[in-house]
């Protein structure tokens, strides 16, 4: 007997696969940004700013004119997320201004480069002569204040990364300036190349000086990992939390993430204990890393899992896979380079390998071998392509696309979530796959508990890369590459603990939905799939057709073991 969709999704072709009562708005204010951020280019140059600012205020009046409680769910979603994307871009240009200000002392030079490249926008003829004199005052004014900032003490990290913003917005401003009319303008071309090497030597100068302050920033030292980074602290990890609507703490995150791993521990000594090492998991996890394949054949191997993952997913209906979806995913190695901070493949349309090349240490390649072999790479293939990485780019690009409430929950904890699905299913075919699945899954466990406990003050970097090794089991290299990746590779604070965190939501609302008997895996996942990225708790809204509330707050208490 066919299972009923649920009242709040429809499979059937209709406007509102596509649109809603929300869309115009917010595919207006997309373009209008766009072209603000285009002209007043300057990064964090008080024009920009304050543009943005009164862009942000128009369109939150705008939105506030729709009539919120008779909106469809799906649309009352994109309200509430396209409100708290535009509070968020105001909160930031708020903390943009303070911190321009706090820094104000120190740019006093900055509004006459401004006023430079305001003249240049339409064109206006600069008078050569006096710009050049200009060009030599600003240098001048540059390298004296640059002396007095190399005599100040430390300054907050915030405050010397946003001096670096401003920095880069100037040089951006005289280079654009000098693009425009040199070669084009005989006066200018003949007067301004020496004044301008100056000007661009004292930027740069004043740059590094900034660099200098960031690396001595109270907080940030060097524990001996050679690994340097920020910790947030409390306050700002539950705000961001709540932004992401998680209504955890994340103490209370810890305390999942443990209950989490000790599932996988005692699993994993179910498969150690058939792989014929008792309670040495570790031997058994050191057997799995040996099954590694030579140098050369690491690309056919990836090919083995993918078909096997696909076959699997097709053969227990668990998914849609469009046609050209299966087609186009592509494959690329990764450099030495990258492989220091992303030890592991990385995936989405491009499956980019991770495997040792002839630069490499004898060690390193050992070490990249071993932490990429076949049991290992397993469920991260299906993480990576399909039904993860690949298929969500896929779909996202093709089915609300005007849908940006882009979440590391939701993209990261959808590819974690089949894992867990695989795992029920039956994927794994050995102890050996076994093993290597719970090594992710307890890798995942870790990330929410080293990163928040770094970002609680408790921790420190090498203590993290100590305790992936120890209690994970990973090579030290590639410890040290996801510590590395986590706190210095650009990533936010919560983006590691959202694999497993967006995992369980996903998880928790399969029992609700599937498990329940309202909708079947492939209605599940293709509901999913065809939402859109955002928060997990706003996808069960539309699928479950929740009343929601203009002043909506999360409260979705997923967790349950």
């Known amino acids: 007997m066919a299972i009923a969709v649920l009242p709040g999704w429809s499979q059937t072709t209709s406007l509102y696969q596509q649109n809603s009562e ?68 105001l909160r930031l240009l708020q903390e943009e201004e303070q911190e321009f200000s706090q820094l104000s002392p120190w740019f006093t030079f900055a509004e006459k480069i401004y006023e430079i490249e305001r003249i240049r926008r339409r064109g206006t003829q600069q008078d050569a002569q006096k710009l050049a004199a200009t060009m030599n005052a600003l240098a001048i004014e540059i390298n004296s204040t640059a002396k007095k900032l190399d005599k100040e003490s430390a300054m907050e990290i915030n405050l ?30 003949w007067w301004i190349p020496e004044p301008l090497k100056r000007l661009e030597t004292a930027l740069g100068d004043y740059a590094k000086t900034w660099q200098q302050k960031e690396k001595s920033a109270p907080g940030g030292k ?12 409390q306050k700002e990890l539950v705000r961001q939390l709540q932004a992401e609507m998680i209504p955890y703490t994340p103490e209370e995150l810890v305390d999942i993430a443990n209950k989490e791993f000790a599932w996988c521990d005692a699993e994993m000594l179910k498969a150690s204990r058939d792989m014929g090492f008792g309670d040495d998991w570790k031997k058994a996890i050191e057997k799995v890393k040996n099954s590694y394949v030579p140098p050369g054949k690491q690309p056919e191997a990836i090919m083995k899992l993918y078909n096997e993952s696909i076959d699997f997913l097709k053969k227990n209906k668990l998914v849609t896979i469009p046609p050209i979806a299966e087609e186009t995913w592509r494959m690329s190695m990764m450099s030495p380079q990258r492989q220091l901070v992303s030890p592991f493949f990385l995936g989405g349309e491009m499956l980019i390998i991770s495997y040792p090349t002839n630069t490499m240490a004898e060690e390193d390649k050992l070490m990249s071998m071993r932490g990429n072999n076949p049991h290992f790479s397993r469920a991260t293939v299906h993480h990576e392509l399909i039904a993860g990485h690949h298929l969500q780019g896929f779909m996202n690009n093709r089915y609300k696309a005007y849908r940006n409430f882009n979440t590391p929950f939701w993209t990261e904890g959808w590819a974690l979530y089949w894992e867990m699905i695989l795992w029920d299913l039956k994927f794994p075919q050995s102890p050996e796959d076994r093993i290597g699945m719970l090594f992710w899954r307890m890798h995942r466990c870790a990330r929410i508990i080293f990163s928040l406990n770094y970002h609680l003050g ?66 599940y996942h293709d509901a999913v799939l065809q939402e859109n990225a955002m928060p997990v ?10 009343s929601l509330s203009k002043d909506f707050k999360t409260n979705w208490r997923f967790y349950t073991k």
Not at 38 to 47: C, K
């Open 22 to 89: 929300v869309n115009n708005i917010m595919v207006q204010y997309d373009a209008d940004r766009g072209s603000l951020s285009r002209f007043y280019a300057v990064e964090s140059s008080p024009d920009r700013r304050q543009r943005l600012q009164q862009l942000q205020t128009d369109y939150l009046k705008q939105l506030q004119q729709l009539k919120f409680e008779s909106l469809s769910t799906g649309a009352k979603v994109d309200y509430l997320l396209f409100k708290r994307n535009m509070d968020e871009q």
């Open 160 to 189: 010397s990364r946003r001096a670096g913003f401003i920095i880069r917005g100037l040089q951006a401003a005289v280079k654009s300036v000098n693009d425009f009319y040199t070669g084009y303008d005989p006066a200018y071309t």
């Open 222 to 233: 060097d524990d001996g990992s050679g690994i340097v980074g920020y910790p947030i602290g």
């Open 458 to 523: 408790k921790w420190t970097p090498q203590q993290c890369i100590d305790f992936l090794v120890d209690r994970v089991g990973h090579e030290r290299a590639n410890a040290e590459g996801e510590v590395r990746r986590s706190f210095t590779g650009g990533y936010g604070p919560l983006y590691q603990l959202a694999y497993m965190i967006g995992g369980l939501q996903f998880y928790a609302m399969k029992k609700e939905l599937v498990d329940g008997g309202k909708m079947t895996y492939k209605q």
């Open 537 to 546: 708790e706003m996808v069960r809204a539309i699928l479950t057709n929740q």
